[in-house]
T-cell receptor, first 114, second 113 residues
Framework: NAGVMQNPRHLVRRRGQEARLRCSPM?????VYWYRQLPEEGLKFMVY????????ESGMPKERFSAEFPKEGPSILRIQQVVRGDSAAYFC????????????FGPGTRLTVL | AQTVTQSQPEMSVQEAETVTLSCTYD???????LFWYKQPPSRQMILVIR??????QNATENRFSVNFQKAAKSFSLKISDSQLGDTAMYFC??????????FGKGTRLHILP
């Protein structure tokens, strides 16, 4: 059973471009969480999604950031018009109610904004 | 709102020694989960140990054990017989049932040869 997959692993964007980060949860998992880790910081929650639903987006910046988890395909975290402050590692985690809430983390996507 | 505090930004110990990482948290919840995650230079988040708040017995995983003091809201991690491969960032974390994880700022641990 493959783990949580994220791609790309590294993404470089210039200011003003769009960044799309993908997360494929573990097989059978229908809950996806996105976290952001700024340099020398802990991970901070951004958004919690279930298939086709945003459950909690209290950690998402109000502008330029959006997330989706469609019925088919990976979850996408989209950042429009990136700025230097968006440079960070973005982690996805997935869980299934059957596994007692344990969240399994992907390897992360490191976004660098030039 | 829940908070997690790790008061030791950085620690160094000699290989084979025992080291304890501190963590305190604040919550009004009665049922929750506590975790220690390891993040090596590869940046992969690795679950080290997990504790359910309703269990009084401290969790243990091989060389890793915790001292969970629910009334004091304290959750320290003890690493016995430390190894060079234990060098990493360690994050203490809190989670309510079916909810997001709240992480501390981390402790950078160096195991010295």
């Amino acid at each position: 059973n493959a783990g949580v997959m994220q791609n790309p692993r590294h993404l470089v964007r210039r200011r003003g471009q769009e960044a799309r980060l993908r997360c494929s949860p573990m097989k059978g998992h229908s809950h996806v969480y996105w976290y952001r880790q700024l340099p020398e910081e802990g991970l901070k929650f951004m958004v919690y999604l279930q298939k086709e639903n945003i459950i909690d987006e209290s950690g998402m910046p109000k502008e330029r950031f959006s997330a989706e988890f469609p019925k088919e395909g990976p979850s996408i975290l989209r950042i429009q018009q990136v700025v230097r402050g968006d440079s960070a590692a973005y982690f996805c985690a997935s869980s299934s109610r059957d596994r007692g809430n344990e969240q399994f983390f992907g390897p992360g996507t490191r976004l660098t904004v030039l | 709102a829940q908070t997690v505090t790790q008061s030791q930004p950085e620690m160094s110990v000699q290989e084979a020694e025992t080291v304890t990482l501190s963590c305190t948290y604040d919550t009004s919840e009665n049922n929750y989960y506590l975790f220690w995650y390891k993040q090596p230079p590869s940046r992969q988040m690795i679950l080290v140990i997990r504790q359910e708040a309703y269990k009084q017995q401290n969790a243990t995983e091989n060389r890793f054990s915790v001292n969970f003091q629910k009334a004091a809201k304290s959750f320290s991690l003890k690493i016995s017989d430390s190894q060079l491969g234990d060098t990493a960032m360690y994050f203490c974390a809190f989670m309510k049932h079916d909810d997001k994880i709240i992480f501390g700022k981390g402790t950078r641990l160096h195991i010295l040869p």
